[in-house]
C-alpha cells in the first residue's frame, strides 16, 4: 500500500495566488482529514469528511479556504487568496475505523 | 481553548535512560488515547494507544499509561534510542461508535543524545 499520497511537498507561490493541494487516501479509507501544523498551534483539524461528504469544517480559519472531496480517492483543499500567514504544513490523513488515522507526508506552504 | 496540552516543548534524555512524556486533556468524553512520532519532513506516524477501559498499554520499549481521574497520560520509552529523537505528539478523541477526529496537543520535542 503506497500510504496517503500529497502532492506538491513543496509550495512557493506569491500573496494573492490561488493554491490547491492535493491527497490521495488509502484505498478502502472512508473518512479523511485535513491538517495544518504551525509553531504556534501544533496541529489542528481543518476540515473532514465521512464518505465523501463535509462533517465538520468548523476549523477552516476563513472563508478563503474551501476543501472538496469529488469521489473517496482524491480530496482538494484550496487557498484563495492566499495570504502570508497560511504558511504551514498541511497533512492529509485518512482512515477506516475508529482508531488510528494515517497521514501523509504534508504539503509545506510558503507563500511570500 | 486547548483541549489537549502537552506543556513541555522539549526534552533532552541521554542515551538508554527513560524518556517520559507527558499529556493533559481537558474534555471528559474522550474515550481514546494516541501517541505519533513525527521526524523531520515527514508525516505524524501512529506509535501506541490506549482505550479509556484500561491504565496502562505496552508495546516494546514503549508503554502509556492513562490515569482518568487526573486526565493525563504519559509515554515511557525505555531504553531511550538515539532513533527516538523526534516530536512526539498526543491525540484524543471520542470512538466509543464512529470516527471522529484526533485532537492533537502541540508535540514535544525529545533529543536523545548518544
Known amino acids: 500500500d503506497a500510504g496517503v499520497i500529497q502532492s506538491p511537498r513543496h509550495e512557493v507561490t506569491e500573496m494573492g495566488q490561488e493554491v490547491t493541494l492535493r491527497c490521495k487516501p488509502i484505498s478502502g479509507h472512508n473518512s479523511l482529514f485535513w491538517y495544518r501544523q504551525t509553531m504556534m498551534r501544533g496541529l489542528e483539524l481543518l476540515i473532514y469528511?465521512?464518505?465523501?461528504?463535509?462533517?465538520?469544517d468548523s476549523g477552516m480559519p476563513e472563508d478563503r479556504f474551501s476543501a472538496k472531496m469529488p469521489n473517496a480517492s482524491f480530496s482538494t483543499l484550496k487557498i484563495q487568496p492566499s495570504e502570508p500567514r497560511d504558511s504551514a504544513v498541511y497533512f492529509c490523513a485518512s482512515t477506516s475505523r475508529p482508531t488510528e488515522a494515517f497521514f501523509g507526508q504534508g504539503t509545506r506552504l510558503t507563500v511570500v | 481553548d486547548q483541549q489537549v496540552k502537552q506543556n513541555s516543548p522539549s526534552l533532552s534524555v541521554q542515551e538508554g535512560r527513560i524518556s517520559i512524556l507527558n499529556c493533559d486533556y481537558t474534555n471528559s468524553m474522550f474515550d481514546y488515547f494516541l501517541w505519533y512520532k513525527k521526524y523531520p519532513a515527514e508525516g505524524p506516524t501512529f506509535l501506541i494507544s490506549?482505550?479509556?477501559?484500561?491504565d496502562k498499554n505496552e508495546d516494546g520499549r514503549f508503554t502509556v499509561f492513562l490515569n482518568k481521574s487526573a486526565k493525563h497520560l504519559s509515554l515511557h520509552i525505555v531504553p531511550s534510542q538515539p532513533g527516538d529523537s523526534a516530536v512526539y505528539f498526543c491525540?484524543?478523541?471520542?470512538?466509543?461508535?464512529?470516527?471522529?477526529?484526533?485532537?492533537f496537543g502541540k508535540g514535544t520535542r525529545l533529543s536523545v543524545i548518544a
Open positions: 490506549i482505550s479509556s477501559i484500561k
Open positions: 491525540a484524543a478523541s471520542r470512538k466509543l461508535i464512529k470516527v471522529t477526529p484526533l485532537v
Open positions: 469528511f465521512n464518505n465523501n461528504v463535509p462533517i465538520d
